[in-house]
């Protein structure tokens, strides 16, 4: 069954649990996986199950850069054919994995980020030079793939693969919810007294990049317009005491929620609400407000965001506003509000856009295909 694959990773948060273990289930390759099992800036590691065995490297960090140690004695071994490595040029075991595992004749493949938005020709190069280093280059969105075109890289060397959460988890808990919609047992009863308002959720941590202060100066400009919300904020952070005190100030209909990592409550939370909005990045968070057919807006600067705003279709599971103008938030909000289309609709064709793209079945079929291409070529 297909060749031996080496997945290397400083450690694998808990949302990479899926992915991992649809390679190693469905995977048309033997994949197997080392890296860090420790916690690393407040995110939870996955440290492997039955399912999953995650082999033990040591991670650290030093100013800038990623220090990777131990992967050494995998680097020789002759079964292994493949390798799979996070591209992050601060990490200098991606440099070194990627040269000796070519020079022993094994495919190299960086799962990356890798081109965000378009660069000055010098850092262009240097950017293209590293991941020249590698066979293939796995990368989130196509928006990366044709900034790399752009900058003379290989279209051939880059392949699409997205990103994913536990879908199949999200699909038995949205057949539960369907089972009890009608009777509204499920809808989160938070605002007992304005419970008639539209809901704008975000289920995030509460740091100053996620930029709440504007979803906090949209809702007021709203409420002067009649057109209140209420605000279900998921998640903690330092942020949270300032934002508090904001939404005190500016009397609005704010429920922190607190940090929240039951997947059955998130996804009533999610599906309850009319709309998930992140003035900051998205990232993650659009896949999960999709999966449970909750559009998502968030701003429109692709160079300051995260890849899987690609998710968001204009007008069908979404809206960008212009970043940093809570005036265009509020117009965008209110315009999705008042907008007529059936709510079932949207639900639709927002979970059709995470089936057709991001979830872990699709992730491992471009994984597994990306591998195919190297020996095919």
């Not at 440290?47 to 033990?56: A, L, N, P, S």
């Not at 993650?284 to 300051?304: E, K, N, Q, R």
């Amino acid at each position: 069954m297909g060749v031996n694959v080496c997945v290397i990773y400083h450690h694998y948060p808990h949302y990479r649990a899926p992915i991992l273990r649809e390679l190693k289930i469905n995977g048309e390759n033997n994949y197997e996986f080392w890296g860090d099992v420790e916690e690393i800036s407040g995110i939870n590691p996955f440290t492997g199950d039955e399912i999953v065995e995650i082999k033990r490297l040591s991670f650290r960090r030093w100013g800038p850069v990623w220090i990777l140690s131990g992967y050494w004695k995998v680097l020789f071994r002759n079964n292994l054919k493949v390798f799979i490595v996070l591209g992050n040029p601060n990490m200098p075991a991606s440099w070194i994995i990627a040269c000796v595992g070519r020079a022993l004749g094994k495919k190299v493949l960086f799962w990356s980020h890798g081109w965000r938005k378009p660069e000055p020709p010098i850092k262009a190069r240097i950017r293209n030079i590293y991941f020249r280093l590698c066979n293939k280059v796995l990368v989130y969105g196509k928006r990366a793939k044709s900034i790399a075109v752009a900058a003379g890289f290989p279209e051939k060397n880059v392949a699409v693969i997205y990103n994913s959460l536990d879908f199949d988890k999200s699909e038995k808990i949205l057949k539960r919810i369907f089972m009890d919609e009608d009777n509204d047992a499920g809808r989160p009863q938070l605002f007992f007294e304005k419970r008639k308002n539209p809901v704008i959720i975000c289920t995030a941590r509460l740091i100053r990049s996620c930029r709440f202060d504007l979803l906090f100066e949209a809702a007021a400009e709203m409420k002067r317009r009649d057109c209140p919300i209420n605000i279900l904020l998921v998640g903690d952070g330092p942020e949270r005491m300032d934002l508090e005190a904001m939404a005190k100030d500016l009397a609005l209909d704010v429920h922190f929620f607190g940090a929240c990592y039951d997947e059955e409550v998130l996804g009533k939370l999610i599906y309850f609400s009319d709309l998930t909005v992140s003035p900051g990045k998205i990232g993650l968070t659009v896949i999960h407000s999709l999966t449970y057919g909750t559009p998502a807006i968030t701003h429109g600067d692709m160079d300051f965001q995260m890849p899987e705003a690609e998710a968001i279709i204009p007008d069908v599971t979404g809206a960008f506003f212009e970043r940093g103008n809570y005036l265009d938030l509020a117009d965008k909000i209110q315009g999705w509000l008042d907008r007529s289309t059936d709510r079932n609709f949207v639900r639709g064709a927002c979970m059709a856009e995470i089936k057709e793209h991001w979830t872990p079945r699709n992730q491992r079929r471009l994984i597994d295909q990306a591998i195919s291409q190297l020996y095919a070529s």
